[in-house]
């Protein structure tokens, strides 16, 4: 009998490949917080859920352990390789969201993939990434109002462009055929109409 938590080649390429991709799109996104926040400061946080949207994206196509964190480690290394500007801080936070997204996807046992759940894994990922700078001392920079401010924006950032953007592209994807041998298809099928 197989294990339905094992991930397979064909599971694995489907991550890395998309997550490199979201890579090039953290690395063209990247310009535009810098234009965001030279607006007004913190007004970049609308824009930082994208950041989020690797692992939500492959979680939600595969649906098994660990592709969250796989997805968001190798968008992060597809960014770092690529000169993001980042630098190797973008594998510590890809390390962080990845084990964040992880987390609420394993608290529903990889089996509540709605897009309340998806939602919740982009606000985590984004609360890890607050963590860290947490961490790293770029929270304690700011004042209680702007630190609050960047918290609630950046966590509903992550939901809707980490969580519920992912959810609609993989719908999407969904519907063309091409994603017809991973879970997101396989469990659609399995369900009694």
Known sequence: ?????VVNFREIMITVILSVLCGFLYIAWAPLYGVADGIYPGLGEIVYGTWFIAGVL?????????????AEMAAASGEFIMGGPYGLSTL??????????ELVFALFRYKKFNMGTLMLGGAAAALASLGYEALTGGLAELSTGPMLAKIVIRTVSGAVLGGLLAKLIVDALAKTGALNNYAIIRKRMEKPF
């Not at 009998?1 to 938590?5: D, F, I, L």
């Not at 510590?92 to 997204?101: D, H, I, P, S, W």
Request: no cysteine; charged share 5%.
């Open 1 to 5: 009998m197989k294990n339905s938590y």
């Open 58 to 70: 492959a979680a939600y196509i595969v649906q098994k352990p660990g592709v969250a964190l796989i």
């Open 92 to 101: 510590l936070y890809g390390m962080a969201q990845g084990a964040a997204t």
